[in-house]
């Protein structure tokens, strides 16, 4: 369930669950033709990348998920299995997809819609008594994640950074597009 947006026009910080159809709900119906195409741009995203590879969940963050009147963007992290992001890989044309995705701005500038992907890894560590070698990259990586989405530039673009840019000050939500399993 999506919190009401603070004082600010943003969530509060912290992952916040929430469907498709609860994102489209509160962010989409009713607020406008721009935000309905940014939506829209967001969907054939998520379905170009989620026909090469399973996708587990998308993290959605940013001026969306505000009351802003006109976001320029959808920004979105989505969440893949490390073997399955291994597995697709090896075939080029997939690897060469994955990195567009994985790179700022790439997908916005090579198809044209107005959304700003990232790809990280799910690690699936079932055991926690018994570790992998990888789990420890996974969870220092899935942390800085987190960390990064809630933060919000207090001065203007390019300005240098300050003690408050470190703070979380905004939420995301986290939408399960196949789950973890």
């Known amino acids: 369930m999506l919190p009401e947006l603070g004082p600010d026009g943003m969530l509060p910080p912290g992952r916040y669950r929430a469907t498709h159809d609860e994102v489209q709900a509160r962010f989409v119906d009713g607020r406008g033709r721009h935000r309905a195409e940014l939506w829209r741009d967001w969907e054939v995203t998520t379905r170009m ?62 198809v044209g819609v107005k959304v700003e992907t990232a790809v990280a890894a799910w690690h699936c560590q079932p055991d926690m008594r018994n570790r992998d070698e990888y789990f420890a990259q996974y969870a220092t990586r899935r942390g800085e994640v987190d960390d990064l989405l809630q933060r919000v530039a207090s001065g203007p673009r390019g300005a240098a950074p300050v003690r408050e840019d470190a703070v979380p000050r905004r939420g995301y939500v986290e939408v399960i597009i196949g789950g973890y399993c």
């Not at 963050?61 to 090896?90: H, I, N, T």
Request: with cysteine; glycine share 6%; aromatic share 12%.
């Open 49 to 110: 990348l989620g026909r090469r590879i399973p996708l587990n969940a998308a993290w959605l963050y940013g001026p969306f998920l505000s009351d802003a009147d006109d976001p320029a963007v959808v920004q979105c992290v989505y969440w893949a299995e490390d073997y399955e992001l291994g597995k697709a890989r090896l075939d080029p044309a997939v690897a060469k997809l994955l990195r567009a995705f994985a790179l700022p701005g790439e997908v916005r500038r090579a």
